[in-house]
């Protein structure tokens, strides 16, 4: 019995071997999908900033851009990023040069430069804030695979925007090269920022 046994087993090995051999033969590794490691985040674009002056990604060549989406009327998010991010700048000392932190708006109706320069002064001197047209918006949101939605079915000038909460690291020439997650922490965000300047 116990030979008879070992036969099967023998034989069921064979036979899965022998399986996933055709199973290699038919979709040889040189035909699966490849992919290039390159996230697809980031791109051109022309927005106004807090002192009233259009400028494009162009204008932020040279040093690292620290890019979050937000509102100024946005009661707790925005505010507690845009701190994490002041503070993670401070932990860089000198370094902090290298960067530019951004803050896009995704509320243009209400995020006027005026607005964007009041909002920006709580937090540092260095960040620049960003608005535009409802049009120039949602394109530069769909290239950093942002989302928002607006809820105005509580007042017309009281409503909120729902939106990502992820700050983006791009390099240099403009390419995405790290993000953090609401809730790192400055020093978690300084720690990684520093292996990258």
């Known amino acids: 019995m116990p030979r008879l046994l070992t036969v099967i087993v023998i034989a069921f090995v064979i036979g899965a071997a022998g399986g996933l051999a055709a199973l290699l033969i038919a979709n040889p590794p040189s035909e699966q999908v490849k992919s290039s490691g390159t996230a697809l985040i980031g791109g051109p674009f022309t927005l106004t900033d807090q002192n009233g002056k259009q400028v494009t990604d162009e204008d932020f060549?040279?040093?690292?851009?620290?890019?979050?989406?937000?509102?100024?009327?946005?009661?707790?998010?925005?505010?507690?990023?845009?701190?994490?991010?002041?503070?993670?700048?401070?932990?860089?000392?000198?370094?902090?040069?290298?960067?530019?932190?951004?803050?896009?708006?995704?509320?243009?109706?209400?995020?006027?430069?005026?607005?964007?320069?009041?909002?920006?002064?709580?937090?540092?001197?260095?960040?620049?804030?960003?608005?535009?047209?409802?049009?120039?918006?949602?394109?530069?949101?769909?290239?950093?695979?942002?989302?928002?939605?607006?809820?105005?079915?509580?007042?017309?000038?009281n409503y909120t925007v729902d939106h990502s909460a992820i700050v983006y690291l791009m390099g240099p020439d403009g390419k995405y090269l790290d993000h953090f997650s609401y809730g790192t922490s400055a020093s978690k965000m300084a720690q990684t920022l520093k292996r990258y300047l």
């Open 61 to 157: 060549r040279g040093r690292h851009m620290l890019v979050f989406f937000g509102f100024t009327h946005c009661p707790d998010i925005c505010p507690a990023e845009l701190q994490v991010m002041a503070a993670a700048m401070d932990e860089l000392g000198d370094k902090a040069k290298e960067i530019v932190p951004v803050f896009i708006s995704v509320d243009p109706g209400r995020d006027t430069p005026e607005a964007l320069k009041a909002y920006l002064s709580n937090f540092g001197d260095e960040f620049v804030g960003l608005t535009g047209t409802d049009e120039q918006i949602a394109k530069v949101a769909k290239e950093y695979r942002v989302t928002y939605s607006t809820h105005k079915e509580e007042s017309a000038e």
